[in-house]
């Protein structure tokens, strides 16, 4: 049976709290289809976990739909929604064996015996448990416990699994290896996933698409490398991999497209027109300050020609990727430069001279 997709609209969520009323969801629109990898990023405070609440049954919706395959959600109790949830505390019970954990909701469900250990031993083998299954919680590393606590989730075969920030307590190695492993077994399976992180390297590594929140509203969707290349507001090109922001002003005012003059009077003139950010055309047309966005891969550095005079501050080696930082005039910030290797004399303190691709520019308004 192919997974069913869930289709979310209009979704709101109002609290009243002491100091007044939050809306920590904000009129939210999404599908995920079966068998996609969806993740919703944003800010700590921006309504990931309070929609995921609300597609999981715990938090009624103040307004909205959602609709998993031809059924409504919203009228079906949480235990008739056929979900499976982890959490980033993986809140297992500490007196049980990792098999009777995983159990656990099988027994209360009331499963017979041969199915319940068919079952959960299928589980744990899935998850690479079996060696463990006698011991305690307290016996195992915290990637073998969060192992555990998605095993207890897998093992009511649910058609939708909803994940809140499954590996933010592991350590960078760790939740590296975990996110892989998480991935290869919901294609395997072919489940259905939502998943939240406020990592957004874990959110492009690991997703079909992803959706970006912003104080309640879903601002962006879309594949993780379409968002990098054209993102909406400057809230995505910030968040969503590394920017440099360049203030600038209109070259010609009310036409945004023509070119940009950035900070000492270097002009930023395309070939055909300056790519603008979604809905920031409109507004640049009727002011001239403008923030112009590039992405570190797309500058360069050279000992003796560019557009710009500047001076290298820091050379950092990750991995296979250098990144410089460079001061010059065009930006009160340090600007950011990445290349695949090493670029010969750009040690710190040099002076060099960096290069602005205006094709691969976008232009916001400020
Ligand atoms: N039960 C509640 N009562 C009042 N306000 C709430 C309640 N639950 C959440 N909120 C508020 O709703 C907003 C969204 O919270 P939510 O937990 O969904 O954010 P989040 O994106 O999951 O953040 P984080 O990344 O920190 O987990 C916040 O402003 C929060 O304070
Ligand atoms: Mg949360």
């Known amino acids: ?31 995920v289809a079966g068998g996609e990898f969806f993740t919703m990023v944003g800010a700590s405070g921006c309504g990931k976990t309070t929609t995921l609440r609300m597609i999981a049954g715990l938090e ?33 019970f500490p007196h049980l064996t990792i098999f009777e954990n995983v159990a656990y909701g099988l027994r209360l469900r009331g499963v017979p015996r041969a199915e319940l250990e068919r079952r959960v031993s299928a589980t744990l083998a899935l998850l690479k448990l079996e060696p463990y299954m006698q011991r305690h919680p307290a016996g195992l590393s915290g990637g073998q416990q969060q192992r555990v606590s998605i095993a207890r989730a897998l093992v009511y075969e649910p058609e939708l699994l909803l994940l809140d920030e499954p590996l933010a307590n592991l350590d960078a190695k760790l939740r590296v290896q975990m996110r892989e492993e998480l991935r290869a077994l919901q294609r395997r399976l072919g489940i259905t996933a939502i998943y939240v992180t406020h990592d957004q390297e ?76 979604g809905e920031e055309a409109g507004r ?34 990750l991995g296979g990727l250098v990144r410089y930082r460079v001061e010059a005039a065009i930006s009160p910030q340090p600007i950011l430069v990445e290349t695949t290797r090493p670029l010969p004399g750009m040690a710190e303190g040099a002076p060099a001279w960096l290069s602005l691709p205006a094709d691969d520019a976008i232009v916001y308004h400020r």
């Open 284 to 317: 640049l047309a009727r002011a001239d300050d403008a923030i112009v966005m590039l992405r570190p891969e797309h500058l360069s550095l050279a000992a003796a020609a560019g557009d710009v005079a500047c001076r290298v501050l820091r050379v950092e080696l």
């Open 1 to 31: 049976m192919p997974a069913a997709s869930l289709r979310v609209r209009d979704l709101t969520k109002r609290f009243s709290a002491v100091d007044g009323e939050v809306t920590a969801v904000d009129r939210v629109s999404f599908d």
């Open 60 to 92: 009624p919706p103040t307004s909205g739909t959602i609709t998993m395959g031809e059924r409504d959600f919203v009228a079906t109790p949480a235990q008739q929604r056929n979900i499976g949830m982890v959490f980033q505390s993986y809140a297992l």
């Open 202 to 277: 874990e959110a492009t590594a690991v997703s079909d698409r992803i959706a970006v929140f912003d104080r309640g509203r879903l601002i962006q969707q879309g594949a993780p490398e379409t968002i990098y290349a054209a993102p909406a507001t400057l809230y995505v090109a910030d968040f969503i991999g590394r920017a440099n922001f360049l203030p600038a002003t209109l070259a010609t005012p009310g036409a945004p497209q023509a070119g940009v003059l950035l900070a000492g009077g270097l002009r930023l003139s395309p070939r055909r027109q300056l790519a603008l950010a």
